[in-house]
Nanobody
């Protein structure tokens, strides 16, 4: 079992910044990649969209909308994972989830709300 806890959401104006963090606990040795997903208002769980991921070796990947504005980081495999979000837009509004896999099992945090107002 892996437990994920996010923090750092909030409300900002267009163009502002937020930094989200995700702390993993439990059987973290099996984690190969930590990911951030988001769910826009009015969309269901099945419509969550991938934002960014970072592997245990530090390889990063981003969805096109996040490239150049968001940065995922993790100091080491046991450290929190951060998502620095700059130049936020109203369409970035949603609940942001930390997610990982351990074998065939997927684990999600409870989510943290990000609201960007224009």
């Amino acid at each position: 079992q892996v437990q994920l806890v996010e923090s750092g959401g909030g409300s900002v104006q267009d163009g502002g910044s937020l930094r989200l963090s995700c702390t993993a606990s439990g059987l973290t040795e099996c984690i190969r990649e930590m990911r951030w997903w988001r769910q826009a208002p009015g969309k269901g769980r099945a419509e969550r969209e991938f934002v960014a991921g970072i592997t245990r070796t530090g390889t990063r990947r981003y969805e096109p909308f996040a490239n150049g504005r968001f940065t995922i980081s993790q100091a080491n495999a046991k450290a929190p994972v951060y998502l620095q979000m700059d130049r936020l837009k109203s369409e970035d509004t949603g609940v942001y989830y930390c997610m990982t896999r351990c074998g065939d099992d997927a684990y999600w945090g409870q989510g943290t709300q990000v609201t960007v107002s224009s």
